[in-house]
């Protein structure tokens, strides 16, 4: 699974999207979505560790990267280079 | 002890009836605890020890269900409330993962005294770990273990926790505290609140320092481990796999089994209120 397919899957997880709603790289997350919110970030970084098994620092997650589902991809991707 | 029995329920037809009961455990830190009994002599003990903050809330009613189909099948089933959370006295800055330990045995030797039976220790998320660390101080009290969703690192959690802390400063505009920041102020004593709950920094500071690494025994002990998995397959996430590697290497035995339900535990359960939405809208038109 690359890091966009693992993306879509820890968003429609953790904002119980089912798997007809589009999620490209340019859906905007926070704005976008009413219910994305502080539980939704860490709930989403959880998700993330706990799958590659990795940790994530403080100073490593920012508003940004919660822009887009893009942004987000280009993260976990960063993290999958480092696992 | 004070059980207060709260009614008689008929199971379907072939399995027995189940007395449900509610009552405190321990004379210094009562604990409360709601008590699924079957309607023979039980064959087993279960002990669920619950998730921490709000994921005890959202798992409640599952977990009860559960409980209530465990007493028909012939097992007693007692959900406890660690002291300082949920029914039980006490506030959750007073309590620690001692006071906790303790309401575990007072309530296992509670069961086994009314009917000796083995205990089984049923885990959900935090309360997982919590069993682990129970059986280091009393090994071989529980040989099997039922696992929802385990918590496998206390670091980890914590972090998690403090980390919701540092999301809604962040969303706030506010300068961000750092979740190292806040586990040296928990460690000296302070406590902080997060989403809502006041955590006591001895309680805190000492979950923080639990690990899911072995079970003490003579590698006779089983625990059937419940994992979570979105898409319903069978992967685990790299964290738990090396994780239940290393228990099993340390001559525990696990099976693992994965479900595709939507995690119970956590936010964002879209529950449906039309009824409410279209009788408000109703009254602005």
């Not at chain 2, 300082?84 to 045995?105: F, H, K, M, V, Y």
């Not at chain 2, 639990?210 to 089983?222: A, I, K, Q, S, V």
């Not at chain 2, 525990?252 to 595709?260: A, D, M």
Request: hydrophobic residues 40%; proline residues 4%.
């Amino acid at each position: 699974m690359n890091a966009l397919e693992l993306t879509q899957k820890f968003i429609r997880s953790c904002l119980q999207l089912s798997a007809t709603e589009p999620l490209d790289r340019d859906t905007a997350l926070l704005g976008g979505f009413p219910e994305f919110n502080s539980l939704t970030i860490t709930t989403l970084i959880v998700e993330i560790e706990e799958a590659l098994d990795c940790e994530i620092a403080d100073d490593e997650i920012s508003g940004e990267i919660f822009e887009t589902v893009g942004s987000l991809a280009d993260f976990v991707a960063g993290k999958m280079a480092q696992a | 002890m004070t059980v207060d029995t709260l009614g008689t329920t008929a199971g379907p037809a072939g399995a027995g009836a189940t007395e449900v009961a509610a009552g405190f455990v321990g004379d210094v830190y009562p604990a409360f605890f709601l008590q699924f009994w079957p309607a023979g002599p039980p064959r087993g003990h279960l002990i669920y020890l619950p998730p921490f903050g709000e994921e005890m809330n959202r798992c409640r009613a599952a977990v009860a269900e559960q409980a209530r189909w465990f007493a028909r099948q012939g097992l007693s089933c007692t959900v406890l409330d660690f002291y300082g959370t949920g029914e039980s006295d006490g506030d959750l800055t007073d309590a620690t993962l001692p006071i906790w330990r303790q309401n575990i045995e007072d309530l296992r030797v509670q069961l086994t005294q009314r009917w000796a039976a083995p205990v089984y220790l049923w885990g959900c998320r935090l309360g997982a770990l919590i069993a682990v660390d129970y059986l280091q101080w009393h090994p071989g009290s529980s040989k099997r273990l039922l696992f929802w969703q385990p918590v496998p690192s206390g670091s980890n959690f914590v972090t998690q926790l403090l980390r919701q802390r540092a999301a809604a400063l962040m969303q706030k505009g506010e300068q961000g505290e750092t979740t190292a920041g806040m586990k040296a102020r928990l460690a000296a004593g302070e406590s902080i609140e997060v989403a809502g709950y006041r955590l006591g920094g001895e309680l805190v500071t000492a979950i923080d320092q639990l690990e899911m690494r072995f079970l003490p025994g003579d590698g006779d002990t089983e625990i059937f481990w419940m994992e979570h998995s979105a898409d319903g397959s069978v992967a685990l996430g790299a964290r738990t796999a090396r994780v239940i590697e290393q228990l099993q290497q340390t001559g525990t035995t696990i099976s693992v089994s994965t479900f595709g339900d939507e995690p119970i535990w956590q936010l964002h359960k879209r529950a449906s209120c039309d009824d409410l939405l279209t009788k408000t809208r109703e009254l602005v038109i």
